[in-house]
């Protein structure tokens, strides 16, 4: 067991990549699995560590100036859980993808490190996740029409870095993104958030980065003007010499692709493997994914299997018959329905975030 005490739940080496306070899911021992990634094997990232809560004391607190009432007197109102679980209920499934998933790739594959969580490919994950909708409380707590952005914000402990202390974290969220489909989840995979993923109750923001999807939640100010937090003007926006000074916070990411294969995975010659992997889009469902075996000389359409959602991701599949041994480059190659097409390489970017280039995969043909 990998030993990292900032997580509750077990990390067995065969399912995860360790990287101190995140735990990366290993996409390789996925093959087993269906369309859903199950609770045990969902990537963590947490930003120091799980918070135990009681969900008996447990209380939303929703306030702010973005709240209908008196002038000059701050409006708040609070849910409990069991308040909050009598609401009608609602479902959605979706992927969670951390920002800095593929962060190692600028490094790798295009000579230019960034800092942070060296992750791979396998920070991100799809559940079915069971809550109220966040309109439908932002609706009883009194939203006013012109209410601009809203900030939830997370009860586990305050984020130090060199010795700055950031507060929660917490990070600005439109009114209208908060109104149309963000849920406030309290069940993953059929079962309680487990500790790991923001029991009791998490936001899940659809298509957004995953640092949208505020863990442990418990509070939420609504303002009727813009609201800043680290969250949204230091980090998770792309900065660096091919990007205007003053950026922009992250929200949707773009196309990717992974194979279900360990990196400098063995392949047979002069036998069939059948390359599985998935891709997904922030914005719309996949098109198409092509696939080369031959560090992308040719390239063959996979075949797509099963659900192909926005906010989802799609299954894909194409048999190989290697017929020469040796080192070998994969690639997948994915567009979606809005002509998003991953590109071959993207600009750098000082925080390594959304790397979505066409990731090439070492293997080697044996035999
Ligand atoms: N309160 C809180 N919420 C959080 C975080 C955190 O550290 N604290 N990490 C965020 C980031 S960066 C990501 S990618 C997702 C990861 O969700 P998961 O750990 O359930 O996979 O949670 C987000 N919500
Ligand atoms: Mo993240």
Not at 52 to 66: E, H, N, P, Y
Not at 188 to 206: C, K, S, T
């Amino acid at each position: 067991m990998l030993s990292t005490s900032s997580i509750v739940k077990p990390l067995p080496p065969e399912w995860f990549v360790d990287h101190d306070t995140n735990a990366e899911m290993r996409w390789d021992a996925t093959a087993d699995l269906g369309y859903r990634t199950p609770n045990e094997r969902f990537f963590v990232r947490n930003h120091t560590a799980t918070p135990r809560i009681d969900a008996k004391t447990w209380r939303l607190r929703v306030f702010g100036s973005g709240l209908l009432g008196a002038p000059g007197i701050e409006q708040a109102i609070e849910f409990d859980y069991r308040q909050l679980r009598s609401l009608p209920g609602y479902e959605l499934e979706a992927v969670i993808e951390c920002a800095g998933n593929g962060r190692r790739l600028f490094a790798q594959q295009q000579g230019t490190p960034a800092p942070g969580t060296p992750w791979t490919v396998g920070a991100v994950g799809l559940a079915r996740w069971r809550g109220v909708r966040l309109a439908e409380v932002l609706n009883r707590a009194g939203i006013r029409g012109d209410a601009v952005e809203i900030m939830p914000q997370g009860l586990d402990a305050n984020y130090v870095e060199d010795g700055v202390d950031h507060g929660h974290v917490r990070r600005p969220l439109p009114v209208g993104k908060a109104l149309d489909d963000t849920l406030l989840a309290f069940e993953m995979n059929g079962e309680p958030l487990p500790p790991d993923h923001g029991y009791p109750v998490r936001l899940v923001v659809p298509g957004w980065v995953g640092v949208a999807s505020v863990k442990w939640l418990g509070q939420i100010e609504v303002a009727n003007h813009s609201l800043v937090s680290p969250w949204n003007s230091t980090w998770y926006r792309m900065t660096g010499p091919d990007y205007p000074p003053e950026g922009s916070p992250l929200t949707r990411p773009a196309v990717k692709s992974v194979f279900q294969l360990a990196w400098d995975a063995c392949v047979p010659a002069s036998a069939v493997t059948v390359l599985t992997g998935r891709s997904w889009s922030g914005s719309a469902p996949i098109r198409q994914v092509d696939v080369s075996t031959d560090g992308g000389r040719s390239w063959q359409p996979a075949n797509l299997r099963g659900p192909n959602r926005r906010d989802g991701w799609v299954r894909w599949e194409l048999p190989w018959r290697p017929t020469r041994s040796g080192p070998h480059t994969l690639l997948a190659r994915a567009v979606d329905e809005n002509d998003t097409r991953q590109p071959d390489t993207v600009p750098f970017n000082e925080g390594g975030y959304l790397f979505w280039a066409v990731v090439r995969h070492p293997v080697t043909v044996v035999g």
